[in-house]
């Protein structure tokens, strides 16, 4: 599972951005997939997460702001981030964990995307 990601860039408090994850390689089914960051001098944290049975996950810190949603037609996951404050400024790891499998999937295990560099300024 190759994952790609894109979207981030440098943004004013209270401004938008648009993360995108694109999942490529061998299929899976039954899976979480969402974002996780690492900010400078902290662990890597998850933001938001989707499952394949569409429920989802946020981080206390960004509930109300983000929203993470799904094309299942292009195996691509959003995340929509608004209201975006100088503590949101990380690096954004999209990931992937496969929960189950059959032989014909990808295996099961956690597939990381590259970082893609988001910047708040105040």
């Known amino acids: 599972v190759q994952l790609q990601a894109s979207g981030g860039g440098l943004v004013q408090a209270g401004g938008s951005l648009t993360l995108s994850c694109a999942a490529s390689?061998?299929?899976?089914?039954?899976?979480?997939m969402g974002w996780y960051r690492q900010a400078p001098g902290k662990q890597r944290e998850l933001v938001a997460r989707?499952?394949?049975?569409?429920?989802?996950t946020y981080a206390d810190s960004v509930k109300g702001r983000f929203t993470i949603s799904r094309d299942d037609a292009e195996n691509t996951v959003y995340l929509q981030m608004n209201s975006l404050k100088p503590e949101d400024t990380a690096v954004y790891y999209c990931?992937?964990?496969?929960?189950?499998?059959?032989?014909?999937?990808?295996?099961?295990?956690?597939?990381w995307g590259q970082g893609t560099l988001v910047t708040v300024s105040s």
């Open positions: 390689g061998r299929r899976f089914s039954s899976y979480y």
């Open positions: 990931n992937v964990r496969i929960t189950s499998t059959n032989r014909y999937q990808a295996s099961p295990g956690d597939y």
């Open positions: 989707i499952s394949s049975f569409s429920s989802t």
